[in-house]
């Protein structure tokens, strides 16, 4: 069993910088593939980054590519999402979600844990 806790959201301009952290409980933390997925009022929830367990492989949504950086400290039980040239378009709730998983980690479905989420609101 793995319990996240998301911090670090909040209010930016437009071009600003923020830092999300994900705490994780658990002893098991380190076997698990560690993702961000975001949902936006009326949309549905989309995946925005993952990281491998041995932090080796990252995926990133394509709207984010170049501006969002993850990273993991598995001696911490802690995953990041730094999120740099912040656009209005990426106000939304990030989640923390993490699994057990050898591809696909896009999906949503795929994903058993899940923090509470934090809201990012960028400002034009």
């Known amino acids: 069993q793995v319990q996240l806790v998301e911090s670090g959201g909040g209010l930016v301009q437009a071009g600003g910088s923020l830092r999300l952290a994900c705490a994780a409980s658990g002893r098991t933390f380190s076997r698990y593939v560690m993702a961000w997925f975001r949902q936006a009022p009326g949309k549905e929830r989309e995946f925005v980054s993952a990281?491998?367990?041995?932090?080796?492989?990252?995926y990133y949504a394509n709207s984010v590519k170049g501006r969002f950086s993850i990273s993991r400290n598995n001696a911490k039980n802690t995953v990041y999402l730094q999120m740099n040239s912040l656009k209005p378009e990426d106000t939304a709730v990030y989640y923390c979600a993490g699994q057990v998983l050898r591809d696909n980690y896009y999906v949503t479905s795929n994903y058993a844990y899940w923090g509470q989420g934090t809201q990012v609101t960028v400002s034009s």
């Open positions: 990281i491998s367990w041995n932090v080796f492989e990252t």
